[in-house]
């Protein structure tokens, strides 16, 4: 499970139903990776978890995007807690 903090006016970069006007979401970025590149390497999706993650302007730790990018390949779920600050 992976963790990120995130104030108030920034959920928009993370959540894609979150009503903002922010062009590039992360969620609907996972989402649509998980939906192309399932059963791909790892080594293949971290690299776009991180340009996601850096267009968003989210933090992740390079352990978090690894895991999620592992979720990804194997079709694992993958829980993510917010901490909205």
């Known amino acids: 499970m992976g963790e990120i903090?995130?104030?108030?006016?920034?959920?928009?970069?993370?959540?894609?139903?979150?009503?903002?006007?922010?062009?590039?979401p992360y969620q609907r970025a996972f989402a649509?990776?998980?939906?192309?590149?399932?059963?791909?390497?790892?080594a293949e999706i971290l690299p776009l978890l991180r340009r996601a993650a850096d267009q968003a302007l989210l933090e992740f730790t390079h352990a978090d995007l690894r895991e999620q990018a592992e979720a990804i390949s194997t079709g694992e779920p993958y829980v993510l807690r917010v901490t909205v600050i």
Do not use: W
């Open 5 to 24: 903090s995130v104030g108030r006016q920034q959920l928009n970069r993370l959540l894609a139903d979150s009503g903002g006007t922010y062009g590039a």
């Open 32 to 42: 649509e990776l998980a939906e192309t590149h399932h059963g791909r390497p790892t």
